[in-house]
């Protein structure tokens, strides 16, 4: 199960609410989580969550989002699920990549308030996200770009391994596809998901610039976050479409909910998937279902009224 860190004041700023310590870990039950150490003079919190089915919950974000939940006893509506929203920005996908890496879902962040608290906590949810939820970067891996750097369309294709050329995040010189995953410590840790193909993954900008090579690593000139950055692209590639979309969403709720603007990214597929050929992201992968009250009856062995599911729920 995903341990993370928080700072207590991040986590407090995002409830809305200072809590004691002690209110804190009464709350976190809430989250399916468990307080496992504070240290005051750092700030940090160090939090263990025992449910791999919620992924949403492996952040500060997430943990924020159900005590406030909890405390408001109110649902909250996140605007860029709503219908026909107008995306002005478009990815286009290649064709060979339906067996290579075949789903890619994005959308963009604006005004994001990147402090060192925030950059630690994105990092944090991009590796619990890719590492467990991703199954280790095979099943889903992410990107997040400095937004006012690209040009659009950007172009999610495939390359020669030789044939392409960039300086990966973390290096100072330029590597090939090939040379990345022999020498770059991300390459040598995850190559093996490309290396069975003869062309890799890749995106990039109207310019040619290489964003990032997935699953593998970002490109330094586009793809490094800094505390200045305020505007960014957030991109999620896999192998699996409703693994990616839900992945996505998730990081477009966690922007939101730190004061970010998310506007709609479309892809555009020339395969068809399960949301169709030209897909808006973020999707809303809601739905209504009904299911008899004796089945909540059943399932916890006890008798319940409809207003204690009501309160549960």
């Not at 991703?134 to 172009?155: C, M, N, Q, T, W």
Request: with cysteine.
């Amino acid at each position: 199960m995903p341990t993370i860190d928080i700072k207590k004041r991040d986590l407090d700023g995002l409830i809305g609410k200072k809590l004691s310590v002690k209110a804190l870990e009464k709350h976190l039950m809430l989250a399916k989580a468990e307080l496992k150490g504070y240290s005051a003079e750092t700030d940090d919190l160090k939090v263990e969550l025992s449910d791999s089915n919620r992924p949403d919950l492996w952040s500060a974000e997430g943990i924020a989002r159900q005590i406030r939940l909890a405390l408001s006893g109110k649902t909250e509506t996140y605007p860029f699920f709503k219908p026909g929203r107008k995306a002005t920005r478009e990815i286009r996908v290649a064709k060979g990549l339906k067996s290579v890496r075949p789903y890619i879902a994005a959308c963009t962040a604006s005004g994001v308030r990147i402090k060192d608290d925030v950059l630690a906590q994105m990092i944090q949810s991009q590796d619990k996200l890719s590492e467990i939820f991703g199954r280790k970067r095979a099943a889903v891996s992410i990107g997040i770009y400095e937004l006012d750097r690209i040009v659009f369309p950007v172009d999610y294709c495939l390359a020669k391994p030789s044939s392409i050329s960039f300086t990966p995040l973390g290096m100072e010189e330029k590597l090939t596809l090939a040379e990345i995953v022999e020498r770059h410590p991300k390459g040598i840790a995850y190559g093996n998901i490309v290396k069975p193909f003869p062309e890799y993954p890749v995106l990039v900008d109207s310019m040619g610039r290489v964003l990032s090579f997935p699953p593998i690593i970002n490109s330094r000139e586009i793809g490094e976050v800094k505390p200045r950055t305020g505007n960014v692209l957030i991109e999620v590639t896999g192998t699996d479409m409703r693994m990616t979309t839900l992945t996505l969403n998730i990081l477009a709720a966690n922007f939101y909910d730190r004061g970010a603007d998310i506007e709609p990214v479309m892809v555009a597929y020339p395969y068809p998937t399960e949301l169709g050929r030209r897909v808006t992201f973020p999707y809303d992968t809601s739905r209504k279902f009904t299911a008899p009250l004796a089945s909540f009856s059943a399932g916890l062995g006890d008798d319940v009224s409809l207003n204690d599911v009501k309160k549960r729920l």
